[in-house]
């Protein structure tokens, strides 16, 4: 695993799709603070003056509680804020090219079949996500859900950690668990909730 570190548990993604920047950096602290070790900056509406800045922000928060700091999409983003790694989707720059300028820090891939999971795999991403698990209203250009059965599929596919995506909430989690995924990805059952702290905590200690 790039940057000695796992991918496993809660993984917290700041969405860009619920939060301005000032409350996105608010909700991030919360979200430490009821112990998140993973979290994610997704900030597809920011420009990247603003995302920069919102990445150097949680890089440093996430520093102070020991966190990892994943930044979604943007190499350049994750080199100048000093992210812990980068996740990539399918569109973006492959695995291989990624590493010569990340050297050993993470780097995740997004996946919806085996056939992607497997050659994110070979290519050497240290985790996967794989989903959208359930339907999900975050993501605009989702894909039809893939249910638990397939995410069965993947585990059986891969041994790198796979987080699990879409549609993941804390009442439907352990079912996500105990098909296979190493990690949930969380999102609007967080940020949505007027005490996102206690809704991590929560989330944390049922995982």
């Known amino acids: 695993m790039g940057a000695g570190k796992s991918i496993e548990g809660l993984y917290a993604i700041i969405d860009s799709s619920y939060l301005k920047i000032g409350d996105m950096e608010k909700a991030a602290v919360k979200i430490l603070e009821g112990g998140a070790k993973i979290i994610q900056l997704r900030a597809k509406d920011f420009g990247s003056n603003d995302m920069l800045e919102a990445a150097m922000f949680l890089k440093t928060a996430a520093q102070k509680y020991n966190a990892i700091f994943i930044m979604n999409d943007r190499i350049d983003i994750a080199m100048l804020s000093g992210a812990d790694g980068v996740h990539l989707g399918q569109d973006d720059i492959p695995v291989t090219e990624a590493r010569k300028l990340l050297g050993n820090k993470i780097i995740g891939i997004s996946t919806h079949d085996p056939k992607e999971a497997t050659e994110a795999e070979a290519q050497g991403a240290d985790y996967i996500s794989f989903g959208p698990i359930f339907a999900t209203k975050t993501k605009k250009d ?3 859900p893939r249910g638990i059965e397939y995410l069965k599929e993947i585990r059986k596919a891969v041994t790198l950690p796979i987080a699990a995506i879409g549609g993941i909430t804390e009442g439907n989690m352990k ?3 105990l098909a296979g995924a190493d990690s949930v ?3 609007s059952d967080i940020l949505t909730n ?4 206690a ?3 929560s989330i944390i200690r049922h995982i």
């Open 185 to 187: 990805a969380i999102i």
């Open 199 to 201: 809704k991590t905590a």
């Open 175 to 177: 079912e996500v668990l």
């Open 194 to 197: 007027a005490d996102p702290k």
């Open 142 to 144: 989702a894909q039809t």
